[in-house]
């Protein structure tokens, strides 16, 4: 809805943008971790990834040898943590970024904001 109510230009998507990183770093220390793990998972992805296929990547720790169900995270919680930056397609269960613009923007902060997000990806750290 902040995307329908935007000014023209840029400048003011950025903005947007901004406002939703700022209340995602405002939250407690595990939801925080999580909307970046979350964030970062959907944008480095190379393919879209269905709410089963983040819940379990999100689920495998560093180390684990093999997946713990305890650790699956519901969807609602993912979405929840996320600032709306992120939907799901119902048809589909696709999980995806709320805006193509939004993944221009992740990228353009993503060295600054989640430095370790390709690492902490390959590594398997929540």
Known sequence: SAL??????????????????VRIDGQLQD?????????????YSQRPLTTGDLCHALAVGLGDEELDRDNILDVEDILSV?????TI??????????H?????????????WN??????IWQGRR
């Open 4 to 21: 329908n109510n935007l000014s023209k230009g840029s400048r003011a998507l950025d903005d947007a943008y901004s406002e939703a990183i």
């Open 100 to 112: 193509y613009t939004t993944q221009d923007y992740l990228e353009s902060i993503r060295e600054k």
């Open 31 to 43: 939801e925080r971790v999580l909307a970046k793990n979350v964030l970062s998972w959907i944008s």
């Open 89 to 98: 397609d119902e048809e589909s269960q696709v999980i995806r970024l709320v």
């Open 82 to 86: 996320c600032a709306g930056l992120v």
């Open 115 to 120: 430095p370790d997000a390709q690492y902490n």
